[in-house]
């Protein structure tokens, strides 16, 4: 039995998804299927529309035999930080192959680009800036750095950070991509699967989704938006004396932050009035969801990767889980004193103030769900 690992945020589990689980079992039938899933803030600084708990009970309806929590610390940083962590719990809980989607589903371009960036680091870096300070955005800077006729898409961007990974850390772990049908740009698509930025877009128009997400889907979305924290955020940012300590903020933009939130209502005018050559869109979005969470650059710096949290298994995922308990070298439970499991419920706590649910008890019971 091979075993496969997929890592997903599921900000909503849409159809597209479901065409990615289901090309996983046609490419390896009867393989037990590990998810790494990201929780209550993502990866594009972005707040889920779907708890943890609900979508690692969506995850096991659908078939997948573990869920495993890729925790707020990581999975809120770049894509280097988030695939890293990604990556190395797949390798310790036995994964043979990692599938993701790909725009370009070049498997050997890809690693000739995440070499290139290995091998040629500190031109590459170099170059990168260069472009970046002329004001390209940042796929075109990634091409003119490295030479390359590119399109840069999200997907394929995780995919080199996924291979980075893998090559750094010397992991058995062979990547499979699986080609991905729409741009997670495009909000104005009306396929059947389209983009899940494109579905949090319709929500926020009030436009029907079902026709893009799985039945169950729509029975756990809630009407939530990172705008929801914005007087949260913006209290933070008028009372604090330094938030230069906090994760992100860089380069003195703590006083541009200062120097605006008063002229703004909500997170997309303060992004706005905010970003610059140096701090994109995402970016920012990131920073401001570490000024509110209060994860600060020294925490970030003292972490450990002290745990791998199980959200949830079926029968299958139990029978793998008791067969490599032995030979892990780390808890599958978090411990009080983590840093890591610490910041989970705080993300949790503060998740609760807008979706209404009771999310930190999840957390704080420490109880995955068995199907």
């Given at each position: 039995?091979?075993?496969?690992?997929?890592?997903?945020?599921?900000?909503?589990?849409?159809?597209?998804?479901?065409?990615?689980?289901?090309?996983?079992?046609?490419?390896?039938?009867?393989?037990?299927?590990?998810?790494?899933?990201?929780?209550?803030?993502?990866?594009?600084?972005?707040?889920?529309?779907?708890?943890?708990?609900?979508?690692?009970?969506?995850?096991?309806?659908?078939?997948?035999?573990?869920?495993?929590?890729?925790?707020?610390?990581?999975?809120?940083?770049?894509?280097?930080?988030?695939?890293?962590?990604?990556?190395?719990?797949?390798?310790?809980?036995?994964?043979?192959?990692?599938?993701?989607?790909?725009?370009?589903?070049?498997?050997?371009?890809?690693?000739k680009i995440?070499?290139?960036?290995?091998?040629?680091?500190?031109?590459?870096?170099?170059?990168?800036?260069?472009?970046?300070?002329?004001?390209?955005?940042?796929?075109?800077?990634?091409?003119?750095?490295?030479?390359?006729?590119f399109d840069?898409?999200?997907?394929?961007?995780?995919?080199?950070?996924?291979?980075?990974?893998?090559?750094?850390?010397?992991?058995?772990?062979?990547?499979?991509?699986?080609?991905?049908?729409?741009?997670?740009?495009?909000?104005?698509?009306?396929?059947?699967?389209?983009?899940?930025?494109?579905?949090?877009?319709?929500?926020?128009?009030?436009?029907?989704?079902?026709?893009?997400?799985?039945?169950?889907?729509?029975?756990?979305?809630?009407?939530?938006?990172?705008?929801?924290?914005?007087?949260?955020?913006?209290?933070?940012?008028?009372?604090?004396?330094?938030?230069?300590?906090?994760?992100?903020?860089?380069?003195?933009?703590?006083?541009?932050?200062?120097?605006?939130?008063?002229?703004?209502?909500?997170?997309?005018?303060?992004?706005?009035k905010t970003?610059?050559?140096?701090?994109?869109?995402?970016?920012?979005?990131?920073?401001?969801?570490?000024?509110?969470?209060?994860?600060?650059?020294?925490?970030?710096?003292?972490?450990?990767?002290?745990?791998?949290?199980?959200?949830?298994?079926?029968?299958?995922?139990?029978?793998?889980?008791?067969?490599?308990?032995?030979?892990?070298?780390?808890?599958?439970?978090?411990?009080?004193?983590?840093?890591?499991?610490?910041?989970?419920?705080?993300?949790?706590?503060?998740?609760?103030?807008?979706?209404?649910?009771?999310?930190?008890?999840?957390?704080?019971?420490?109880?995955?769900?068995?199907?």
């Amino acid at each position: 039995m091979k075993i496969v690992g997929i890592i997903c945020e599921y900000n909503p589990f849409h159809n597209g998804h479901l065409y990615h689980l289901q090309k996983v079992k046609e490419l390896y039938p009867n393989s037990l299927i590990i998810l790494i899933l990201n929780g209550y803030f993502l990866e594009r600084g972005e707040v889920s529309i779907i708890s943890k708990k609900d979508k690692t009970n969506i995850a096991l309806l659908e078939g997948i035999d573990i869920v495993v929590e890729l925790p707020f610390v990581y999975g809120t940083q770049s894509a280097d930080i988030f695939a890293n962590a990604s990556i190395t719990m797949l390798e310790k809980l036995g994964c043979e192959y990692v599938i993701f989607g790909s725009e370009c589903n070049d498997l050997d371009t890809l690693h000739k680009i995440t070499d290139y960036t290995l091998y040629n680091k500190d031109e590459y870096n170099s170059n990168v800036k260069k472009y970046l300070a002329e004001g390209l955005n940042y796929p075109t800077a990634l091409a003119k750095a490295i030479n390359i006729e590119f399109d840069f898409n999200s997907n394929d961007l995780l995919g080199i950070s996924y291979l980075k990974s893998i090559k750094l850390n010397k992991y058995n772990i062979k990547p499979i991509t699986i080609k991905r049908t729409n741009n997670y740009l495009d909000i104005d698509s009306n396929e059947e699967i389209i983009s899940a930025s494109n579905i949090r877009n319709k929500l926020i128009n009030n436009i029907e989704i079902s026709k893009y997400v799985p039945k169950i889907t729509l029975s756990f979305i809630k009407n939530i938006s990172f705008n929801d924290f914005f007087k949260t955020i913006k209290y933070k940012i008028i009372t604090e004396k330094d938030l230069s300590i906090y994760l992100d903020v860089d380069e003195g933009i703590e006083n541009r932050l200062k120097k605006v939130i008063n002229e703004c209502e909500n997170i997309d005018e303060l992004i706005e009035k905010t970003k610059s050559k140096r701090y994109t869109y995402n970016k920012i979005r990131r920073m401001l969801v570490h000024i509110l969470i209060g994860f600060t650059k020294e925490d970030n710096f003292n972490l450990t990767f002290d745990y791998i949290k199980i959200l949830g298994f079926n029968d299958n995922g139990k029978k793998h889980l008791n067969k490599i308990k032995k030979n892990l070298k780390i808890p599958i439970t978090p411990f009080k004193e983590s840093l890591t499991y610490q910041y989970e419920l705080k993300a949790a706590a503060i998740y609760d103030l807008v979706s209404k649910d009771n999310n930190l008890e999840f957390e704080t019971n420490n109880k995955p769900i068995k199907f």
